[in-house]
C-alpha cells in the first residue's frame, strides 16, 4: 500500500507558467519535507513541516513556495518556473522529532520538465 | 568539500561483492543510512546504524563503520542485477530531524 503519493509522476510546463505538485501520506506523520534532486546531486532540502510549522532552508528560491493544509497533504509551489528548476522532487515525512526508528518515507518523486 | 562524500560510481559483476563508501564531517552524527534508489523511485531506507556499533549486518548487507576516521561502508554480499540503482549515504545528529546526504554512488551490476 502507497504510504506517501506524489502526483503527478511526470510534470511538463511552460518557462515562466505555475505549477504545483502534490504530496500525501496515509502515515498521519508530524513532519514532511520537499527535496529537490538533480542528477548525480545529493537531495536538496528545500523546506518541511513540522505539523503546521513551516521551516524554509535559507537558500530556497522565492520561486518556491509551499502550503500544508492539513495533516495529509502537502503541495510545492512553483511560481515562475526556469529552466534550472527541471529535476525530480521528492516529497519524504516522518513520523516525529529525534529518536531512531523515526525515519524518513519517500515518495516516488515527480519529474519536472521545463520547455 | 562536501559534508557527506561519496564517490559516483562502482561497477561490479554479477555474484561478486560490492562495497560503497562514503566518509563524513559532522561528529555529532548519531545515526548513519543507507538508501537506495531505484530508476524512477523515491528513496528506500536499506538500514542505518548508529554511532556506538561498528558494524550491522542484515541479509546480504554489511554496515561498517570507522567513527574515528568518520567513515562508513555498506558491502552487498553476491551482488545480483537488482542491485543496479543509486546508494545515497546520509547522516543525522541526535537533536536534529534533517539528515545530510551525500550524491549518491550509483551502482552498475554486469552479468
Known amino acids: 500500500d502507497a504510504m506517501v503519493i506524489q502526483n503527478p509522476r511526470y510534470q511538463v510546463t511552460q518557462f515562466g507558467k505555475p505549477v504545483t505538485l502534490s504530496c500525501s501520506q496515509t502515515?498521519?506523520?508530524?513532519?514532511m519535507y520537499w527535496y529537490q534532486q538533480k542528477s548525480s546531486q545529493a537531495p536538496k532540502l528545500l523546506f518541511h513541516?513540522?505539523?503546521?510549522?513551516?521551516?524554509n532552508e535559507a537558500d530556497t528560491p522565492d520561486n518556491f513556495q509551499s502550503r500544508r493544509p492539513n495533516t495529509s497533504f502537502c503541495f510545492l509551489d512553483i511560481r515562475s518556473p526556469g529552466l534550472g528548476d527541471a529535476a525530480m522532487y521528492l516529497c519524504?515525512?516522518?513520523?516525529?522529532?529525534?529518536?531512531?526508528?523515526?525515519?524518513?518515507?519517500f515518495g516516488p518523486g515527480t519529474r519536472l520538465t521545463v520547455l | 568539500g562536501e559534508d557527506v562524500e561519496q564517490s559516483l560510481f562502482l561497477s561490479v559483476r554479477e555474484g561478486d561483492s560490492s562495497v560503497i563508501n562514503c566518509t563524513y564531517t559532522?561528529?555529532?552524527?548519531?545515526?548513519l543510512y543507507w538508501y537506495k534508489q531505484e530508476p524512477g523511485a523515491g528513496l528506500q531506507l536499506l538500514t542505518y546504524?548508529?554511532?556506538?556499533?561498528d558494524m550491522k549486518q542484515d541479509q546480504r548487507l554489511t554496515v561498517l563503520l570507522n567513527k574515528k576516521d568518520k567513515h562508513l561502508s555498506l558491502r552487498i554480499a553476491d551482488t545480483q542485477t537488482g542491485d543496479s540503482a543509486i546508494y545515497f549515504c546520509?547522516?543525522?545528529?541526535?537533536?536534529?530531524?534533517?539528515?545530510?546526504f551525500g550524491r549518491g554512488t550509483s551502482l552498475i551490476v554486469h552479468p
Open positions: 546504524i548508529f554511532s556506538n556499533m
Open positions: 519524504a515525512t516522518r513520523r516525529g522529532r529525534g529518536g531512531a526508528g523515526n525515519e524518513q518515507f
Open positions: 513541516y513540522y505539523d503546521k510549522d513551516f521551516n
Open positions: 546520509a547522516t543525522r545528529a541526535g537533536g536534529s530531524y534533517i539528515p545530510t
Open positions: 559532522d561528529s555529532s552524527s548519531t545515526y
Open positions: 502515515l498521519n506523520h508530524n513532519v
